[in-house]
């Protein structure tokens, strides 16, 4: 199973910006459709935005377009999650998730994918 490893969260003040990364293991890494998930305190895990194996199809959740962006550097093994214009609504723990056999699309629930990270925080204060 791949390991998935996030970093980049920190706190930071509404209106800044953050860029969080995933590095993974395993030697298949460009096979792997990535997502970035986020929970917030007392709230369901939900999906901020996921990118196809191939690089071509990308979805972002309504909350976050025109403001983040998901980008992967397949030499690296590694998916980014590019966040700007922060908000304090925005402060969650974020999760890096793969799905490492399966070539469907759009992949959108915690179901559609079988590798998590361990998360990472990020808080906006107001």
């Known amino acids: 199973q791949v390991q998935l490893v996030e970093s980049g969260g920190g706190l930071v003040q509404t209106g800044d910006s953050l860029r969080l990364s995933c590095a993974a293991s395993?030697?298949?890494?460009?096979?792997?459709?990535m997502g970035w998930f986020r929970q917030a305190p007392g709230k369901e895990r939900e999906l901020v935005a996921a990118?196809?194996?191939?690089?071509?199809?990308?979805y972002y959740a309504d909350f976050v377009k025109g403001r983040f962006t998901i980008s992967r550097d397949n030499a690296k093994n590694t998916v980014y999650l590019q966040m700007n214009s922060l908000k304090p609504e925005d402060t969650a723990v974020y999760y890096c998730?793969?799905?490492?056999?399966?070539?469907?699309?759009?992949?959108?629930?915690?179901?559609?994918?079988?590798?998590w990270g361990q998360g990472t925080q990020v808080t906006v204060s107001s």
């Open positions: 998730a793969a799905q490492t056999y399966s070539s469907r699309w759009p992949l959108t629930e915690i179901r559609d994918f079988n590798s």
């Open positions: 395993g030697r298949t890494f460009s096979a792997y459709t």
């Open positions: 990118i196809y194996w191939t690089g071509s199809r990308i």
